[in-house]
Nanobody, 115 residues
Framework: QVQLVESGGGLVQPGGSLRLSCAAS????????MAWYRQASGKQRELVAR???????NYADSVKGRFTISRDNTNNTVYLQMNSLKPEDAAVYYCYAVLSWISYWGQGTQVTVSS
């Protein structure tokens, strides 16, 4: 069983920045592909960014150039640096870990973008 604990959410003004963190209790953390998803009120959960164990990232088109996903395999943590935030980025952000057919979700952290 892997536990994922997100932190770093909060209220930010449009154009501002936040850094989300996800601490994983996984053995062999570096083997997991890690991702951030988000779910806005009334909408489906969507992939924001994903990073392989080797550090190769990919992003949803809506966040390219603004968000950066990274990982620290020594400390079993994945990050999401979010810059130039827009009101449409407001959502609950979830950390996700997958290894083969096994996957885990964090409990989510709220990001609110409002002036």
């Amino acid at each position: 069983q892997v536990q994922l604990v997100e932190s770093g959410g909060g209220l930010v003004q449009p154009g501002g920045s936040l850094r989300l963190s996800c601490a994983a209790s996984a053995n062999s953390f570096s083997s997991y592909t890690m991702a951030w998803y988000r779910q806005a009120s009334g909408k489906q959960r969507e992939l924001v960014a994903r990073i392989t164990g080797g550090g190769a990232p990919n992003y949803a088109d809506s966040v390219k150039g603004r968000f950066t996903i990274s990982r620290d395999n020594t400390n079993n943590t994945v990050y999401l640096q979010m810059n130039s935030l827009k009101p449409e980025d407001a959502a609950v952000y979830y950390c996700y870990a997958v290894l083969s057919w096994i996957s885990y979700w964090g409990q989510g952290t709220q990001v609110t973008v409002s002036s």
